[in-house]
C-alpha cells in the first residue's frame, strides 16, 4: 500500500512562512509529477504547485512568487515553500503523485496517489 504523507502545517501570522513536506511510504513506485493542492470547506479542490521529473515546475498565479517547489524523484518526495503567506492561503493542503507522463499537472485528475492533507492556518 503506498501512503503520501504530508507534515509541516500550522498556524502562522500573515507575513510569515511555512515549509511543506510530503514522502510516500509502503511500496516503492515510479511518478512522473507531483504536485500540491489545497481546498476549503465548501470549495474545489484548487491546484497550488507542481513539479515534473523530467523538467518544470508549475504554480497557481494566486501564489506565483510566494512559494516554491522543489523535490527527490527517486524518493517520491516533494516540499512547498511558503512565504508572503496570506489569509486566503488558509485551507488543508494535499499532496499527490502523479504516474502518467502525460497527465495534466494542474488539474486534480492527473493525480492517482494523494496524501490526508495538512492545515494551514494563516491569522491576519
Known amino acids: 500500500q503506498v501512503q503520501l504523507v504530508e507534515s509541516g502545517g500550522g498556524l502562522v501570522q500573515a507575513g510569515g512562512s511555512l515549509r511543506l513536506s510530503c514522502a510516500a511510504s509502503?511500496?516503492?513506485?515510479?511518478?512522473?509529477?507531483m504536485g500540491w493542492f489545497r481546498q476549503v470547506p465548501g470549495n474545489e479542490r484548487e491546484f497550488v504547485a507542481a513539479?515534473?521529473?523530467?523538467?518544470?515546475?508549475y504554480y497557481a498565479d494566486s501564489v506565483k512568487g510566494r512559494f516554491t517547489i522543489s523535490g527527490e524523484n527517486a524518493e517520491n518526495t516533494v516540499y512547498l515553500q511558503m512565504n508572503s503567506l496570506k489569509a486566503e492561503d488558509t485551507a488543508v493542503y494535499y499532496c499527490?503523485?502523479?504516474?502518467?507522463?502525460?497527465?495534466?499537472?494542474?488539474?486534480?485528475?492527473?493525480?492517482?496517489?494523494w496524501g490526508q492533507g495538512t492545515q494551514v492556518t494563516v491569522s491576519s
Open positions: 499527490a503523485a502523479g504516474l502518467s507522463l502525460y497527465g495534466a499537472v494542474s488539474n486534480r485528475y492527473g493525480y492517482e496517489r
Open positions: 513539479i515534473r521529473w523530467s523538467g518544470g515546475t
Open positions: 509502503g511500496r516503492t513506485f515510479s511518478s512522473a509529477h
